[in-house]
């Protein structure tokens, strides 16, 4: 019941910048964490970046400062602002939300994942 779009991909040099965008529809209501996760070539899908509804952010280690993920509320759309890319930073960014709903008198989590965006950085 949650759709999530990303968008925002593309090609980049090493060092410059790129912004994603994941617009969430649907049954948005009860979304209390939202993430980027990417798929690098040659490793496991991983994460790069989360947000809690209350703002509370976290990065991976790799990310060291030079991303960002944000969140427009008016937009149900979550940000990821990156900046100082590396050619190691290539690969399919996925968006990821966390949406918790009452089920009979109990509370169950589900996941919800965007389609993902390419991102390539070249050097």
């Known amino acids: 019941q949650v759709q999530l779009v990303e968008s925002g991909g593309g090609l980049a040099q090493a060092g410059g910048s790129l912004r994603l965008s994941c617009a969430a529809s649907g049954s948005i209501f009860g979304i209390n964490d939202m993430a980027w996760h990417r798929q690098v070539p040659g490793k496991q899908r991983e994460l790069v970046a989360t947000?809690?509804?209350?703002?509370?952010?976290n990065y991976a280690d790799f990310v060291e400062g030079r991303f960002t993920i944000s969140k427009d509320h008016a937009k149900n759309t979550v940000y990821l602002q990156m900046n100082s890319l590396k050619p190691e930073d290539t690969g399919v960014y996925y968006c990821?939300?966390?949406?918790?709903?009452?089920?009979?008198?109990?509370?169950?989590?589900?996941?919800?994942w965007g389609q993902g965006t390419q991102v390539t950085v070249s050097s």
């Open positions: 990821y939300a966390k949406r918790d709903v009452l089920q009979w008198g109990k509370t169950v989590t589900h996941d919800y």
């Open positions: 947000r809690t509804a209350a703002g509370i952010t």
